[in-house]
């Protein structure tokens, strides 16, 4: 792995935004399991405090308004984003997860940092280019598939956020160690 | 065993309708974590020519838990001969998101949202 590697669309700053949050979290001691259901509750808080910058107005084709939207999407989001990046944390780094919400007249945008292992940042540097350069609905189709039959590493949850809820994605990966990368991942979200 | 229940989530099986409902809120932590609730859906559609799950009033689900149904919905879709039906709410929006790619892997699979 080089230095620094840039996958998808990366804003390298992200552009300011006169709205943001930053949470930080620590891969700490505290056993995983006991830590776990305090992600679902900031990735809830995430969606609150941001659909408040929003109206309860009617979104065409849907029983759901604008407010509750970004709430739900920003949880679902948030979560999984979350979710990952304490599942490939590299706790030995000593470095916390970052996350921090943008918001924008008609886009969010989440940015992500976590360490990890640089064996770990291979592997889905391998999926993040399959997943690049494959037909997104074939590939959804496959790595569903894949998953139902119990093999991992589908990623499902990024495949979710891209095609279901149409965010875009992009990568930056830092080498900081012998053994250790710090990935940046940014989401865009079109609200 | 008729039901599992947590202060988040709660998945309850009626035979004679032959329905299981989940509700709540699903963020179990990987595929080992849904192993016990897969279990239950599985018995639960054992002896049913005809299964539905209600997941309407399933607020929040992760993507784990997305691979749960997936993997669940395989496994009727190998069994063969069971009528599978999914209720969803058009108030929730993972569902309205989700569900439908689960007819990837089985196109028989009806989708009933209200």
Redo the contacts between chains.
């Keep these: 792995m080089t230095h620094s590697q840039i996958f998808g669309e990366f804003l390298d700053p992200v552009p300011a935004s006169e709205e943001y949050l930053t949470l930080h979290f620590s891969l700490g001691s505290t056993p ?2 006991q830590r ?2 305090n ?2 509750l900031s990735a809830d808080f995430l969606g609150d405090y941001f659909a408040a910058f929003f109206p309860g107005d009617a979104v065409a084709d ?3 308004n604008r407010r ?2 970004v709430k ?2 920003v ?2 989001i948030a ?2 984003l979350i ?1 990952n990046a304490v ?1 490939y944390g590299d706790e030995s780094a000593n470095l916390p997860i970052t996350i921090t919400l943008y918001l924008y007249e008609k886009t969010l945008i989440f940015e992500v940092r976590n360490p990890t292992q640089r064996s770990r940042a291979e592997q889905y540097q391998a999926f993040i280019q399959e997943l690049l350069s494959s037909d997104l609905d074939e590939f ?2 496959r790595q ?2 894949k ?4 093999e991992g590493g ?1 990623n ?2 990024v495949l ?1 956020m891209i ?3 149409g965010a875009k994605f992009g990568w930056k990966f830092e080498t900081i160690g012998e053994e250790t990368a710090q990935v940046t991942v940014l989401v865009y979200l079109e609200v | 065993m008729k039901e599992i229940q947590t202060d988040d989530y709660l998945v309850s099986f009626d035979p004679d309708s032959s329905t299981a409902i989940i509700r709540g809120f699903l963020r179990l932590e990987g595929m080992e974590e849904y192993r016990p609730i897969m279990e239950f859906l599985l018995t639960a559609v054992e002896e049913s020519s005809q299964f539905t799950l209600n997941l309407r009033d399933l607020e929040f689900l992760n993507s784990s838990g997305i691979s749960m149904l997936s993997m669940f919905v395989l496994k009727i879709r190998e069994k063969g001969g069971v009528k599978l039906v999914l209720q969803g709410s058009n108030k929730v929006l993972w569902q309205t998101k989700s569900l439908k790619n689960l007819q990837r892997l089985m196109p028989s699979l009806t989708l009933e949202f209200t």
């Design positions: 995983r399991k776990w259901s992600y679902g849907s029983a759901i509750d939207t739900a999407a949880s679902y979560n999984e979710e599942k959804y189709t569903i598939e998953t139902a039959l119990g589908s499902l949850g979710t095609n279901d809820y």
